[in-house]
């Protein structure tokens, strides 16, 4: 059974050593949400959900040491606010780049089709370190990423568990919650996500 989220993520790295991802998912089996995934800069991974539903899933999908439910909202468009009682985010988003424009050129159903990630993802590890595009996640699942836009973020501040991340930086080291990485330079990137579930 596959299972289509469609959102964005933004991702970043900081002084403070903390990365972090966050999930805006405006269409969803789960309904519309955000989540957050947190890599401490000890290297130990925090999942940030709204629910148990959605902890559950995600983390049936990612790999995490710790799994904390607590409200979670994002809004804004070219600024995002990022809210929860461990997470405190002001994201700003910079100019559409060359990525960006290239993926909006491609047309919506073949450019968010499992079948275009598999034409995609040998791209995707040259031009992106870490990042795929298809691939085996947790528990016997399989994901596929298709991005469909990306905007740089031109700056960040926040804080993590009531102490501040610092100014913004690369995510480095990789986070290592799954099969596929965030880019390295801190951006935002539109997509749709499936997600086959064995069974």
């Given amino acids: 059974?596959?299972?289509?989220?469609?959102?964005?993520?933004?991702?970043?790295?900081?002084?403070?050593?903390?990365?972090?991802?966050?999930?805006?998912?405006?269409?969803?089996?789960?309904?519309?949400?955000?989540?957050?995934?947190?890599a401490e800069a000890d290297g130990r991974r925090v999942l940030l959900a709204p629910s148990q539903e959605v902890a559950d899933f995600v983390a049936a999908t990612y790999t995490f040491d710790e799994v904390r439910i607590e409200p979670l909202t994002v809004e804004g468009e070219t600024r995002w606010l990022v809210r929860s009682p461990s997470l405190l985010l002001d994201l700003e988003l910079g100019h559409r780049t060359t990525l960006g424009r290239l993926l909006r050129a491609v047309p919506t159903a073949v450019g968010t089709s499992p079948a275009w990630c598999a034409v995609t993802d040998p791209v995707a590890r040259v031009v992106m370190r870490g990042v795929r595009t298809r691939g085996s996640a947790g528990n016997g699942r399989r994901e596929w990423y298709a991005a469909t836009d990306h905007h740089v973020l031109r700056s960040a501040t926040g804080s993590y568990d009531g102490v501040d991340l610092g100014a913004l930086r690369p995510v480095s080291p990789e986070p290592g919650f799954g099969f596929s990485s965030t880019p390295a330079r801190p951006s935002v990137t539109s997509l749709v996500t499936t997600v086959e579930v064995p069974g």
């Fill in 1 to 38: 059974m596959r299972q289509r989220f469609e959102g964005a993520i933004a991702g970043i790295g900081s002084t403070s050593g903390v990365r972090v991802v966050v999930g805006r998912w405006d269409r969803s089996p789960l309904g519309s949400f955000a989540d957050a995934m947190v």
